[in-house]
């Protein structure tokens, strides 16, 4: 029953996109047709990752809607109305 009741949702159209370490295992051509994918996705996307350039073209779509949640020891940190400098700035910071 839990199969046939996934299988059921998978069918609808998505609002939000739950991802964990989406590009892990991809190789450069996957990880940008993900990019490009996501970046036309229309609905919320949680993204939990490491991957630089992947964060970078997330919120890169939109900076004025754009909203990071830096986690970083045992707090998490929002951080809203990005920009490219502040974006420099976080990955430098968390380095």
Do not use: M
Request: charged share 20%; proline share 2%.
């Amino acid at each position: 029953k839990a199969c046939l009741k996934f299988a059921a949702l998978s069918l609808q159209p998505s609002h939000i996109l739950l991802l964990d370490e989406p590009t892990n295992h991809l190789d450069a051509e996957a990880c940008e047709a993900l990019a490009r994918g996501l970046a036309a996705f229309e609905g919320g996307i949680v993204a939990v990752t490491h991957d630089d350039i992947l964060i970078y073209r997330l919120i890169q779509c939109n900076w004025s809607d754009s909203e990071l949640l830096l986690c970083q020891n045992h707090h998490v940190k929002r951080q809203a109305a990005l920009g490219s400098q502040c974006f420099k700035a976080l990955k430098e910071q968390v380095r």
